[in-house]
């Protein structure tokens, strides 16, 4: 199970674990959290981020440097939060 909270492509050690379970064939059940008057997972900047380009934008350096030191390209990351989001 994935919880899709605003913040869960922004977080390097979710996107490791997704791309972790996306390798070893696991089966990926997305859930979008939502509180009241809280802000929700934004599917249409994240899908347009993944088409576009500009999903390189959700880690910073450090995030970054976490993928690469696991074996993780960007075209990873890319393809397993396209996978969950099945954009």
Do not use: N
């Amino acid at each position: 199970i994935v919880l899709l909270t605003p913040s869960y492509c922004r977080r390097p050690f979710t996107l490791v674990e997704l791309v972790a379970a996306l390798r070893s064939g696991a089966h990926i059940v997305p859930v979008l959290l939502l509180k009241p008057s809280t802000p929700s997972f934004d599917f249409d900047s994240t899908k347009t981020a993944l088409r576009d380009g500009s999903f390189a934008s959700f880690l910073d350096d450090a995030g970054w440097d976490v993928m690469r030191e696991r074996g993780i390209s960007r075209d990873e990351v890319r393809s397993a939060i396209t996978r969950v989001l099945d954009v």
